[in-house]
């Protein structure tokens, strides 16, 4: 009985990193620009892709839990539509949640002390941090004529929407899979910034 209790943490965080590998092996491929579109033809999120000084975006976030949940996904950060360096995030928490999925995620910076806030260091969301949640089925295809995105969507947490928190807006489109609850509480990111060649 001792040695079954002593290895139910391993268990369980091996558990919650095996449903991250899942999604994230099943929803590879989306570019920061596809990515990018998507949240552009989104409603409540279309002004920010036009209007913010920049973003970081996460093409996919692999996030699992059975009881401990973990979150991974890697994407890079833009100043002005430049290319300025890569971010990853990193997120455990503990809590009842059970599943998996993966989905994107964009964090718009209102202006530059808002970005520089977020390539300073390691940059983490404090547990009242939400996101605006888009529902969409998302269609992305990559053809020779280019880059097609389409997105049936429905509202959620729409009054929140059109507003930025401490100089950021983060919005989600889940791309598949279930989770009895996704957030962005406790999200830690580092920045590594893009070397001139």
Do not use: W
Not at 35 to 52: K, N, P
Not at 61 to 68: H, S, T, V, Y
Not at 83 to 89: F, H, K
Not at 136 to 143: E, I, L, N, R
């Amino acid at each position: 009985m001792r040695r079954f209790i002593r290895t139910l943490p391993i268990t369980l965080l091996v558990t919650a990193l095996l449903s991250v590998a899942c999604p994230l092996a099943q929803a590879r491929g989306q570019t920061d620009e596809q990515t990018v579109e998507l949240f552009r033809h989104a409603e409540q999120s279309a002004d920010f892709v036009t209007h913010s000084y920049g973003y970081a975006v996460f093409p996919t976030i692999g996030q699992g839990g059975m009881l401990i949940g973990a979150a991974h996904g890697k994407g890079h950060v833009y100043e002005r539509g430049k290319l300025i360096g890569n971010t990853s995030m990193t997120q455990v928490s503990v809590g009842f949640q059970l599943g998996g999925q993966a989905y994107s995620e964009i964090i718009f910076f209102k202006d530059k002390a808002a970005l520089d806030d977020f390539t300073s260091g390691n940059f983490e969301f404090s547990a009242q941090a939400g996101a605006i949640a888009i529902t969409a089925a998302a269609d992305v295809s990559v053809g020779t004529g280019g880059t097609k995105a389409g997105a049936s969507l429905e509202k959620t947490n729409a009054a929140t929407a059109g507003q930025y928190q401490h100089g950021l807006a983060v919005f989600t489109i889940a791309r598949g899979g279930l989770m009895y609850q996704a957030t962005i509480a406790g999200q830690k990111f580092s920045f590594t910034p893009r070397t001139a060649k």
